[in-house]
């Protein structure tokens, strides 16, 4: 014990190598390791982990074990509702800077302000590390709007190497008997068919409210649809796909004249990330969760702590 001691304070505290360790104790690089093995063994030696201010290992890991997610990133934030925006769009940019290896496809959900923020303060890869960037709900909108959804496409294709696909129409159409032509349109078919190669789908979490930029295009729901949605219990939607507060799919009248990616198609993909803070959207994000429609979550510290 004494030796183990000698040899684990030698290596931990004054910061001598293996061999040195060896050459002033007389004895083999080898013994000294095992001996250092054992050391953490017998308890001699103990590992601890400080986090500094702003890492929340231990929320992240607790949200992973609750809802079953792959992932969970959780940032500090100084405010509250958009001021949420800035610090979740960088963990994004971060997120996906480190995690985008190459050949994915990505889906990213249109009209929301915090991926295009995100895209803004992204980095460019110097290799491409994706092959497709595809809308994965309808992009088309009122023209001083539609510019964001078209930007965030394709500047993140930019970004990544990637070729941009775009969704050519609206995420919401006028009638069933509309989505059926339109999905038979060979440029919006072609989109459709690309849903099923995600393999990473980017999306903002909505709540009942529309935010700002979706209801400025044009794609949000009318208010006889948003109260049918709150006679049903529905807390949020992912790419207008709307859910109650188990995560349980809503049937609205509406569903059939959506065009964008089914709830089947989405929970698919193998990485879904969803990116929301705020306290407003809490019931949505921990529906979001409960319901597997994300599997990667991106949020702040107070919805870290109120979801568990």
Not at 97 to 106: F, M, N, P, R, S
Not at 234 to 259: K, S, W
Request: hydrophobic letters at 45%.
């Amino acid at each position: 014990m004494r030796l183990l001691v000698k040899v684990a304070r030698m290596y931990h505290e004054r910061g001598l190598r293996q061999p040195e360790i060896a050459s002033h104790l007389n004895m083999s690089q080898p013994r000294v390791s095992r001996l250092l093995k054992e050391a953490t063994d017998r308890n001699v030696v103990r590992t601890v982990v400080v986090s500094p201010d702003g890492v929340h290992a231990e929320l992240e890991e607790a949200l992973v074990e609750k809802f079953g997610l792959r992932d969970a990133v959780v940032v500090d934030v100084g405010g509250t509702g958009p001021d949420v925006i800035p610090a979740l769009a960088a963990a994004t940019a971060v997120y996906l800077d480190a995690t985008l290896k190459g050949g994915d496809v990505i889906g990213i959900s249109s009209w929301s302000a915090t991926l295009l923020e995100s895209v803004n303060v992204m980095h460019a890869k110097t290799t491409p590390v994706a092959e497709e960037v595809v809308q994965i709900v309808g992009g088309s909108g009122s023209p001083e709007v539609q510019l964001h959804a078209t930007r965030l496409t394709s500047r993140l294709a930019e970004l990544t190497g990637a070729r941009p696909v775009f969704a050519p129409s609206a995420a919401l159409v006028g009638s069933h008997e509309l989505r059926e032509l339109l999905s038979r349109e060979p440029a919006v078919a072609e989109v459709m068919k690309s849903w099923s190669r995600l393999t990473l789908a980017l999306l903002g979490i909505g709540t009942l409210d529309p935010s700002p930029l979706l209801q400025r295009s044009g794609n949000a729901i009318a208010p006889q649809d948003q109260r049918q949605l709150e006679d049903l219990g529905a807390v949020g939607d992912v790419c207008t796909r709307y859910f109650d507060a188990e995560g349980q799919p809503v049937n609205a009248d509406f569903d059939d004249r959506i065009i964008g990616i089914s709830p089947r198609q989405l929970q698919a993909v193998d990485r879904r990330i969803g990116v929301a803070g705020g306290m407003a959207k809490l019931a949505a994000i921990r529906g979001a969760a409960l319901g597997g429609w994300i599997n990667i979550l991106i949020t702040d510290a107070e919805v870290a702590r109120a979801l568990l």
